[in-house]
């Protein structure tokens, strides 16, 4: 009998609330603009350099072995002042797509972020084609 009290309870209540969802409880997104440039891991042999030679590109774009926050980089890897957007903060980034803040950078400071667009020659010429935008990019706080 009490079993049934108890089951009558639940059904009853479940009909005057939902239980929250982990996309309910998330902070809505806002948007804002950013100055967007572009880096890659740069391989050596490659046959063209931005900077003229590997040990140069290396030096501008890091080792490319990890990030800051300590994971490989990869393409959605996004390189931010972590006072402007936290390491873990989701961006939306128009013509590149969506992106996870887990990088910092030298000159990336304010509302300015790097895109990670891969590694070798292929990385080179997107991030050459990338150039430095004005973008209004989707945040999604942590």
Not at 21 to 36: C, G, L, N
Not at 44 to 50: F, I
Not at 80 to 91: F, N
Request: include cysteine; proline fraction near 6%.
């Amino acid at each position: 009998m009490a079993a049934s009290a108890l089951f009558f309870l639940l059904a009853a209540s479940s009909h005057n609330f939902a239980l929250a969802s982990d996309e309910d409880q998330a902070a809505p997104a806002e948007k804002k603009t950013f100055v967007v440039t572009a880096y890659y891991k740069p391989l050596p042999g490659q046959s063209r350099y931005l900077c003229g030679n590997y040990k140069s590109e290396k030096r501008m774009n890091g080792e490319g072995l990890k990030t800051s926050s300590g994971t490989a980089p990869h393409e959605g890897t996004v390189a931010a002042d972590p006072r402007v957007l936290p390491y873990g903060t989701k961006v939306n980034i128009p013509g590149y797509g969506e992106g996870k803040v887990e990088d910092t950078g030298g000159a990336i400071k304010g509302n300015r972020i790097d895109v990670f667009m891969g590694e070798g020659e292929s990385a080179l010429e997107k991030s050459v084609a990338w150039g430095k935008k004005k973008v209004e990019i989707e945040i999604t706080p942590v």
